[in-house]
């Protein structure tokens, strides 16, 4: 379909669903690690094919739209039905598929356990800039009032701590 | 785990410069150049797509956090405060904060009085909001929207804000340089509020108020009460009833603070206390789906008739205690009937006018729950 028509499409994929698709990739980019390597890959192509990538007015929705229908298509693969899926549908089977998983539910817990411990070894600014942001959902401006910083700063500590997380996480987990 | 297997080949920093873009387009204002250089820096190698998508959970993750001692953002602004320790951060070379470096921690005073000038802003905020309500109904300028019967649609406001109206709902929209106010006079809406840190975003339903700055919130004017959940972001409620709130903080300034995921119901007997809740069943909604969990019948009557010309009227005062559980399509009203008929304690009855409820024959069981 023409680019414009893409563009809309995919921005009102975020819109109504943009936190839910959030969530899918979270637990999928967790849980199917082995196979993250060659979905990152597919995703990437993919993000290469887009002609006027210019026009893109939100280029995360897009990559994340696109994220969703390669890992959704994937399991559907381990599954072996394979088939074109249309991603509305898959949007409403995400749903069901995401909740009923106990294993999930009890990872989520180890996880966010093991995220205030990594949390806490952060200075006290970074820390309670991401909790304020992503807890309390406090905006850039209202936590630099808070803290006394500036906009720019609340930004670099926000970085600060996702570089942090993503590079504590975990840790002490056995090799493979 | 995958965090340890990936750490040997995404190098430092990479994950440093996603972290970056991943907070500027998730907070910041991108404008064309910096979406231009985000795709560039994407472009790059797969690599780099990958750590950005791996920010993703722990973003997710951070909205769950249990803050523990920590349970109030005040408490956790006055704890930042009161330490000095203010580590200077590195920027890497092309990141899309490095044109940014400028001030940081210059405004910082001694941090008791810091603490009290942070409560002392957050009650000026509060007054001020309130005075805006006001105010706001001085200044009009826009006109009225609503949806009928079996209809739902969306409206785009001058200021990016998007609302989704629901069936059987009306409300009015005014804005003014200071501030960008609706009143929901019926019914229930989805609001998508575009950030505009210099005008909140305030939702009057009834005598609650819902203000807000950039996020989603869904509002439902029922009959007697009102029913706030917030999808994304943070919003602060108010009302007359909400004085003998739990949660200590928000007690001088009569507004409770809600976070994602969280609902509300102001009107009722009790004092309204923010609860967890499932985003996806209070805005399911804007997807023709009526999402019931235990719901009382007299609920399922209410969101029916909604959608439906032939109202349901529910016959007999025991069956206020009848619940029910399911997924309908609220763009399917038979479906609902269908399921009413099936179950053997209530008996359905079609008049040209209305659909009658009441309880079937020779049971009558007062008590009769269905989940």
């Known amino acids: 379909m023409p680019v414009d028509d893409k563009q809309a499409f995919v921005a009102d994929i975020a819109r109504t669903h943009g936190t839910r698709l959030r969530q ?59 088939e074109a899926v249309d991603i509305l549908d898959a949007l409403a089977d995400s749903d069901a598929y995401a909740e009923d998983d106990p294993a999930a539910l009890l990872d989520a817990r180890q996880r966010l356990a093991e995220m205030d411990r990594v949390l806490r070894q952060l200075p006290r600014n970074v820390h309670a800039t991401f909790v304020l942001s992503r807890r309390y959902g406090y905006t850039l401006d209202e936590i630099a009032q808070h803290l006394g910083v500036s906009r720019g700063m609340v930004k670099k500590y926000l970085a600060r701590a996702m570089a942090h997380f993503r590079l504590n996480f975990a840790a002490k987990e056995p090799q493979k | 785990m995958s965090t340890e297997r990936f750490k040997s080949h995404t190098n430092r920093q990479i994950i440093e410069e996603a972290a970056e873009w991943f907070v500027e387009i998730n907070e910041g204002e991108a404008d064309n150049e910096t979406r231009r250089r985000f795709h560039a820096w994407l472009s790059l190698s797969p690599e780099h797509v990958r750590a950005y998508l791996e920010m993703v959970p722990l973003w997710e993750e951070g909205a769950e956090l249990d803050t523990g001692a920590n349970g109030d953002p005040r408490a956790l602004i006055g704890w930042c405060r009161a330490g ?66 079996g209809e739902q649609r969306v409206i785009a406001l001058d200021d990016g804000s998007k609302i989704e109206l629901n069936s059987r709902s009306r409300l009015k929209v005014r804005f003014t340089s200071a501030t960008r106010s609706v009143e929901l006079i019926d019914g229930q809406a989805l609001f998508q509020v ?52 739990e949660r200590k903080a928000e007690r001088t300034s009569d507004a409770i603070g809600l976070v994602a995921g969280e609902q509300i119901v102001v009107g009722r007997a009790t004092a309204p206390r923010p609860e967890r809740t499932d985003v996806a069943v209070a805005t399911a909604w804007t997807q023709q789906r009526l999402v019931f969990f235990r719901t009382p019948l007299t609920e399922v009557a209410e969101e029916f008739n909604r959608y439906n010309k032939r109202e349901l009227v529910i016959k007999d005062a025991e069956l206020r205690s009848f619940h029910v559980s399911g997924t309908f399509s609220s763009t399917d009203p038979a479906s ?33 729950s269905q989940s």
């Open chain 2, 84 to 149: 000095d320790n203010v580590v200077p951060l590195a920027v890497p070379a092309g990141s899309p904060q490095s044109a940014e470096k400028g001030s940081d921690n210059r405004h910082r005073g001694p941090a008791t009085v810091s603490v009290r000038l942070a409560n002392r802003f957050v009650l000026a905020a509060c007054v001020l909001v309130a005075a805006i309500g006001v105010s706001a109904w001085l200044y009009a300028s826009r006109g009225t929207y609503s949806a009928g019967l």
């Open chain 2, 194 to 245: 575009a950030k505009d840190a210099a005008r909140p975003f305030i939702v009057r339903s009834g005598d609650t108020q819902v203000r807000a700055v950039g996020t989603q919130f869904d509002v439902y004017r029922r009959s007697g009460s009102t029913v706030v959940t917030v999808v994304e972001g943070r919003v602060a409620v108010s009302s007359p009833s909400s004085v003998e709130t």
């Open chain 1, 24 to 82: 899918f990739l979270a637990r999928k980019l967790r849980t199917a690690e082995q196979d993250i390597p060659d979905l990152v890959q597919e995703i990437y192509l993919r993000l290469m094919r887009v002609q006027h990538h210019e026009a893109i007015r939100s280029p995360q929705a897009y990559l994340f739209t696109m994220a969703f229908h390669v890992i959704y298509q994937h399991r559907l693969s381990l599954a072996a039905v394979p």
């Open chain 2, 336 to 368: 609902l009937l269908r399921f009413l008929r099936a179950q053997p304690e209530l008996q359905v009855n079609e008049t040209s006018a209305a659909i009658e409820v009441s309880v079937s024959a020779p049971a009558a069981p007062a008590s009769a």
